[in-house]
């Protein structure tokens, strides 16, 4: 995304091959994970201002997207991204903060609960962008339509951002996120860059034992941890922050009026100025030669 960014490449014990960007620095880590369907674009205008505020910057695409990998087992359950998270964290020389957008943030939920502690201890933050253990079913349905409903492609560029348009709202736009999220086939259509076998199996694997899971691991939680909600989302519920808020009644919540589920899509205002209050209050560690 630019010039003076490290490219990561690594994998979990079990998983593919992961290919992300760490934009390097001596304070905090800051590691952003995007949400199903998505690839670590949708946080590119994120990155200059964390940066701007001192902090170092982790994006990476999720197993089964973008430029990463694709699961040879179809294994694309949230256990199975919080994995290849683990990997990253306990390479970093420090704990970093971690801030998840609807799949990234279950993913990250399930690494920042942890039953070991020392897997907990990696992540000093957590950020969840408009994602709660109980999804609302109509919601979900809602992202499994606009992932299945064009398996054929798109004839152009434009009619794939109508598709874009008609789910999260606005007017259709041709952008670089865009255009890095679709491939063109030999002929001639553009297609999701994601592996369809994720839209199966990833979704097949929502059930009430993950539920179950993911609210052991939200009355885990120790690190500081602030919760977004889009005011006009269809998959997280006033009821089910109220569920989480009552399981982790340390964390911040803020609700944000006139957005729906995808908080952190394109530009990442507003949710990214709560956000970075947020951190900025935090003593977050930093590289040693930056505490001297």
């Known amino acids: 995304m630019n010039d003076d960014a490290n490219i990561l490449i690594w994998h979990a014990p079990t998983g593919p091959e992961l290919r992300g960007e760490l ?11 995007h949400g199903g369907f998505q690839n670590r674009s949708t946080w590119r205008s994120a990155v200059p201002e964390l940066r701007a505020a001192g902090y170092a910057v982790i994006t990476y695409d999720l197993r089964g997207h973008g430029a990463s990998g694709h699961s040879a087992d179809g294994s694309y359950a949230v256990a199975d991204h919080g994995s290849d998270l683990r990997a990253l964290l306990e390479s970093l020389d420090r704990p970093a903060a971690v801030i998840g957008a609807s799949l990234g943030g279950g993913a990250a939920l399930s690494v920042a609960g942890h039953h070991d502690p020392a897997v907990r201890a990696r992540v000093a933050a957590l950020v969840l962008v ?65 592996d369809p076998a994720m839209v199966s199996d990833g979704f097949e694997a929502y059930d009430e034992q993950l539920v179950v899971d993911q609210l052991a691991a939200a009355s885990r ?11 006009d989302s269809d998959v997280t519920s ?55």
Not at 23 to 33: A, R, S
């Open 130 to 194: 408009d994602v709660v253990p109980r999804l609302e079913s109509h919601g979900r349905g809602r992202v499994r339509a606009f992932a299945t409903d064009h398996a054929d492609g798109f004839a152009s560029l434009e009619e794939a951002a109508g598709r874009v348009a008609a789910y999260v709202g606005g007017t259709p736009r041709v952008t670089r996120g865009l255009t890095q999220s679709l491939v063109r086939g030999d002929d001639g259509r553009y297609r999701w860059h994601w």
């Open 23 to 33: 934009y390097p620095g001596d304070g905090p880590v800051v590691v952003l994970l």
């Open 221 to 231: 939680l120790e690190m500081p941890t602030l919760l977004l909600r889009g005011g």
């Open 238 to 292: 006033p009821e089910a922050v109220a569920e989480f808020r009552g399981v982790v009644p340390h964390a911040e919540f803020l609700e944000l009026p006139g957005v729906g589920h995808m908080v952190s899509a394109m530009p990442n205002h507003p949710y990214l100025a709560a956000t970075m209050e947020f951190l900025d209050r935090l003593d977050l560690p930093a590289a040693h030669s930056a505490r001297r």
